[in-house]
């Protein structure tokens, strides 16, 4: 199952607050045929959020959602030109590098917690970090969280 493809990576993003980059995420979700009702995804990861944030730390957050909008599981990137500073991380610093996972109701906690665990392992890596934030390649985005 290919889980991020080249239409779900946005690069050079000029947004502003966390609500822009989940309302942003939705209608990408929506358009590349990911999830059926954005209004629905935003407020599906809206409710996570109130959960706990889901910034990490070093720059990067991991929303996600679980939804019966969500067509297919899916993951998406959206780096930002300049750091989003509303977003509160383990680190107190901004986020400037999202990966949301979207995940549809059915088999969700298989699922769910296998992508969240792979592409946690992965940022886990300075090497891999350092390519995320800075490569203009999709290929090697979708390398590294594949």
Not at 69 to 85: C, F, P, Y
Request: aromatic residues 4%; charged residues 30%; contains cysteine.
């Amino acid at each position: 199952m290919d889980l991020i493809c080249e239409n779900g990576i946005y690069l050079n993003e000029n947004l502003n607050t966390k609500d822009e980059v989940l309302k942003k995420l939705s209608e990408i979700a929506v358009r590349e045929g990911i999830a059926q009702d954005s209004k629905v995804l935003y407020d599906a990861f809206l409710e996570r959020e109130k959960i706990s944030s889901t910034g990490m730390m070093d720059g990067f957050s991991i929303p996600h959602a679980k939804s019966d909008t969500i067509n297919k599981a899916q993951i998406l990137v959206i780096r930002n030109n300049k750091g989003i500073s509303d977003w509160e991380t383990l680190d107190n610093l901004e986020v400037n590098l999202v990966i949301a996972i979207l995940v549809p109701n059915e088999n969700v906690n298989e699922i769910h917690l296998k992508v969240l665990s792979n592409v946690s392992r992965k940022l886990m890596s300075d090497e891999n970090v350092k390519l995320l934030k800075s490569t203009e390649s999709k290929k090697d985005i979708i390398r590294i969280l594949s």
